[in-house]
């Protein structure tokens, strides 16, 4: 499949895996700290890599992260109506491929990762799972799309508006939900309720392709979707944390439950503990498969000369401030730090400052890492002199995405107000840009669950530098600004919808 090209210009050079999880807060695995074993595999690296305490994401969810990740490049830099990377672009996959590497992608059936937003480029393979056949779609039940417009659904509409209005709203809402999940057809395993391919089936084709490269250096990127929602872990992950099997009809019930949008925050939280026990599966899944993956490497002696990263393109929120899943709407910690580990051959992992490492700084480091020179393009800059030796950086991390914006698609969703993280080692700034706007302050050393956003003046100072940061980060965006990449993304974009709108019309 893959041609060693004549001069071979890789040669002698490290490969790299890069593995990205969705929505993996660093608080989750064990070398962050958690209490419940659920990165085994991963702890027992920790000790020989570069464990990043503070990795900041440069925007979340998945659309406003990976440009970041992937290109080093911050989120809205080309303009809100870019989602996704431009044409041309430079990434680690194109600088890598043009070094001589064997490059792959497979990605677990994210559709914002997909060629759609140009990120098989520089991929010579690129695998997006998108067409995963699950069997669950009839054994779902969607108390809000599926039903919305069907007369099921409108018959439920006026029924529920006429229940509000004699007061008895919740009531019905409940016995609504109730009647749904019983009159549901039988959920027979987890693994039939699944929606993304689990780690496994993405680590089997990772290691045939890898069975296919031959001498080559190669750049491997995984994308796994494991502790994605709705949870469905396999079993034999929930046993090992839980010590009993799933019932799958309790994990769909769940699922449906946590999805409510009829609830309130407290009658959702009182199923909490048990939505975070599908999570936590999901992330021990996950490390297990990468386990069997490095196995395989060390097998066909690749890691001794491979570079492995693993990181998250967010995290995902359980009601510390009153949310679930991750749409933008905060930048709290439990969506804007993952775990980032870097492990080097040869390298003995040294304790990793505190600063924040923006995503932004990934691709230059990892590129320095493996000998390869970064492109001007780039926005960040290799931190790898500082991991090596231990020493602290100044900048700030700054996290960018629009306020609320669930679907990039709908100009009205993402051209709505910006969202501006500064967060250096101790505080952070969160500011939404909206006339009238106030910024919060916190301090995440005197209160580390981030619920007292400080006002007064003792922080005039802090916040004043945060403001100037937010600043400069806003006026380089717009002097930064590469018309032709942004030209060539619009044309993209123009040209799909066009294409969408005939083949709508030919239907
Ligand atoms: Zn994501």
């Known amino acids: ?279 936590d599966a999901g992330i021990r899944w996950m490390d297990r498969q990468i386990a069997r993956l490095v196995d395989s490497l060390k097998r066909t002696h690749l890691w001794d000369d491979c570079v492995f990263a693993l990181t998250a393109d967010h995290g995902e929120e359980f009601f510390e401030h009153g949310g679930r899943y991750h749409a933008p709407i905060r930048l709290s910690e439990e969506i804007v730090r993952v775990p980032l580990l870097i492990r080097v051959p040869g390298e003995r992992g040294v304790k990793v400052p505190a600063s924040p490492m923006s995503h932004l700084h990934l691709a230059p480091t990892l590129l320095e890492i493996v000998g390869v020179q970064a492109p001007s393009a780039f926005q960040g800059r290799s931190l790898w002199a500082n991991l090596q030796r231990g020493v602290a950086w100044d900048d700030p991390a700054i996290i960018e995405c629009v306020y609320g914006c669930t679907n990039p698609f709908r100009a009205e969703s993402r051209n709505a107000s910006r969202l501006i993280g500064v967060r250096d080692a101790r505080f952070k700034l969160v500011m939404r840009i909206e006339s009238g706007a106030t910024e919060e302050v916190y301090d995440l050393e005197a209160d580390p669950a981030e619920t007292r956003p400080s006002s007064d003046g003792g922080a005039l100072e802090i916040r004043k530098r945060l403001l100037q940061a937010a600043r400069e980060h806003m006026e380089r965006t717009v002097s930064t600004r590469d018309p032709v990449l942004r030209l060539r993304a619009r044309l993209r974009d123009l040209r799909s919808e066009i294409l969408g709108r005939i083949e709508t019309l030919n239907h």
């Open 1 to 279: 499949m893959v041609q060693n090209s004549p001069q071979n210009p890789g040669q002698g050079k490290r490969s790299l895996v890069l593995i990205t999880v969705d929505c993996l807060r660093a608080d989750h695995c064990g070398l962050y700290g958690y209490a419940r074993p659920t990165t085994p595999f991963l702890d027992s690296l920790a000790p020989e890599s570069f464990v990043v305490p503070a990795a900041i994401v440069a925007g979340a969810p998945t659309y406003y992260s990976f440009p970041a990740i992937l290109a080093s490049r911050m989120p809205l830099a080309l303009g809100r109506d870019v989602v996704g990377l431009a044409p041309g672009e430079s990434t680690l996959a194109t600088v890598l491929r043009e070094s001589g590497y064997a490059t792959a992608a497979f990605s677990a059936g994210n559709p914002y990762i997909s060629p759609r937003f140009g990120y098989d480029h520089g991929f010579e393979v690129f695998r997006d799972f998108l067409d995963f056949e699950t069997q669950s779609i009839e054994n779902t039940v969607n108390l809000e799309t599926p039903s919305a417009d069907s007369a099921r659904g409108k018959l439920n509409r006026s029924i529920k508006s006429f229940a509000g209005a004699l007061g008895l709203g919740s009531l019905y809402n409940e016995l609504y939900f109730q009647y749904c999940m019983k009159i549901a057809p039988a959920a027979e395993s987890v693994d039939a309720l699944r929606r993304f391919p689990a780690a496994d089936i993405l680590v089997d084709e990772a290691q045939s392709w890898l069975a296919s490269v031959g001498q080559r250096p190669f750049f491997l990127w995984l994308h796994l979707m494991d502790p994605h929602s709705p949870y469905y872990p396999p079993n034999e992950a929930f046993r090992e944390l839980a010590g009993r099997d799933i019932e799958p009809g309790r994990a769909r019930y769940l699922n449906e439950y946590w999805n409510r949008s009829d609830m309130t925050s407290s009658g959702l939280s009182a199923k909490r503990d048990e939505v975070v026990q599908l999570y």
